[in-house]
Nanobody, 124 residues
Framework: VQLQASGGGSVQAGGSLRLSCAGS????????MGWFRQAPGKEREFVAA????????YYGDSVKGRFTISRDNAKNMVYLQMNSLSPEDTAVYYC??????????????????WGQGTQVTVSS
């Protein structure tokens, strides 16, 4: 599956952004979908993931309560609504698809396919 992330940009602290990820070339509903991010000089970290049917979301501790992941399998899309953004959220955000098992949904290594990344910059 090919993934294309979009929706990044620059926003002030406290603002919101919605990231989108479009999938093509595969059966989208067969994949767990995740969002990861990587800030300069830091390792890529788990942000959020969602199960194949979209019924169960999972979040990293730093974004819980502020970010919401969702998917629309009919449109081959996954979204990340980001609210109450802070400068610590500044990073390149990547969407990814996994054929793995549920217990690995937070693990970077479980994801087989990656989008190109979209930059999110939050200013104070």
């Amino acid at each position: 599956v090919q993934l294309q992330a979009s929706g990044g940009g620059s926003v002030q602290a406290g603002g919101s952004l919605r990231l989108s990820c479009a999938g093509s070339g595969g059966t989208f509903r067969n994949y767990y979908m995740g969002w990861f991010r990587q800030a300069p000089g830091k390792e890529r970290e788990f942000v959020a993931a969602i199960t194949r049917g979209g019924s169960s979301p999972y979040y990293g501790d730093s974004v819980k309560g502020r970010f919401t992941i969702s998917r629309d399998n009919a449109k081959n899309m996954v979204y990340l609504q980001m609210n109450s953004l802070s400068p610590e959220d500044t990073a390149v955000y990547y969407c990814a698809a996994s054929t793995g098992i549920l217990s690995t949904i937070r693990s970077l290594s479980a994801y087989n396919y990656w989008g190109q990344g979209t930059q999110v910059t939050v200013s104070s």
